[in-house]
């Protein structure tokens, strides 16, 4: 039977059992042994986690290309992987060569990675954007049917949220709380229900899925000693516990909403803390003199978990 070496990382974190976990499979240098998408598929169902990738052979020192799997189908891009694969080919993998890799391939396009701290392992990278205001807002009843636990929170009923794509096919609905207290008593979406596509995004723009993105601004962080901003992402029935994508769609967001023009505006985000698994998340977004999104910069760090081999699937 052929075997696969794998690793996993836990991912936005450097402490082990925090973060968000993410597995590494390393595919065939052969290319005649090449993995089908139902075999990759099967792997990712095998680690059970929200993200795995597959790393193809080296065929430029400069680039490392890479597949990436949720446990329902292969999507282009995600954040969590994105920083995961960053830290491992530029710092922890056994040839790392301290900044050789410049770009990540995904089925995205090219994502541009460096080390911005050798010590801390802490990496960019420079996420592909086409931003989109929705011109429907998400209305408070509908966010209350499917969070009830919130109702408390809102007395206003006159409120709605805004509904955003960081590129076509990746969409949020921001919903800002007013206290940590409000961000602990969110619960998964009753029934597992998904926020729909079609009467809630532009036409043009409904594909994918809409993450409902909860946060509190302003928080004292007493691990970084810093202001920062509190997150929880529900997808369904699902949570996750750093959410790269709507991180960098909530930056972006509120750069667009509210930065002043040919500056960079840098956020700090904390996900996870509700589950038990921490998450740092950094963002640089850049805006040009127009107010236009100039660059969004993802930076975060990785850790090694565990190592091993993992039998491919029957073809």
């Given at each position: 039977m052929?075997?696969?070496?794998?690793?996993?990382l836990d991912v936005f974190t450097s402490k082990p059992y925090t973060g968000n976990p993410l597995a590494v499979v390393f595919l065939p240098e052969d290319e005649s042994q090449a993995l089908t998408q139902r075999q990759k598929h099967q792997i990712t169902l095998e680690f059970n986690l929200s993200e795995t990738i597959f790393v193809h052979p080296v065929r430029d020192e400069s680039k490392r290309k890479i597949d990436i799997f949720t446990i329902e189908c292969e999507i282009p891009f995600a954040g969590?992987?994105?920083i995961g694969a960053a830290t491992w080919f530029l710092c922890q993998a056994p040839d790392a060569?301290?900044?050789?890799?410049?770009?990540?391939?995904?089925?995205?396009?090219?994502?541009?990675?460096?080390i911005q701290d050798k010590e801390s392992q802490y990496v960019a990278a420079k996420i592909a954007h086409n931003t989109h205001i929705h011109a429907a807002r998400y209305p408070l009843?509908?966010?209350?049917?499917?969070?009830p636990t919130l109702a408390p929170f809102f007395p206003d009923s006159?409120?709605?949220?805004?509904?955003?794509?960081?590129?076509?096919g990746m969409a949020q609905t921001f919903i800002e709380l007013p206290s940590l207290e409000a961000l602990a008593a969110v619960p998964v979406a009753t029934?597992?229900?998904?926020?729909?596509?079609e009467k809630n995004l532009d036409e043009g723009w409904r594909s994918g899925l809409i993450c409902v993105y909860f946060f509190v601004r302003d928080v004292e962080d007493e691990v970084m000693n810093q202001k920062v901003i509190r997150t929880r992402m529900m997808l369904g029935s699902f949570e996750d516990p750093a959410t790269g994508s709507?991180?960098?769609g909530l930056t972006a967001y509120l750069t667009l909403t509210e930065g002043q023009a040919g500056q960079e505006h840098r956020y700090h985000i904390v996900q996870g803390v509700e589950m038990g698994r921490r998450s740092?998340?950094?963002v640089n977004v850049t805006l040009d003199n127009d107010k236009k999104i100039e660059q969004v910069v993802l930076t975060g760090t990785a850790v090694q978990v565990s190592e091993g081999k993992i039998t491919v699937p029957e073809a």
């Open positions: 052929t075997q696969l070496s794998f690793v996993t969590h992987p994105t060569a301290g900044g050789a890799v410049k770009t990540l391939t995904t089925k995205s396009g090219d994502i541009p990675i460096s009843q509908e966010m209350l049917r499917l969070h006159d409120v709605s949220f805004p509904l955003f794509s960081i590129v076509n029934g597992g229900e998904l926020v729909p596509l709507s991180a960098s740092d998340i950094g």
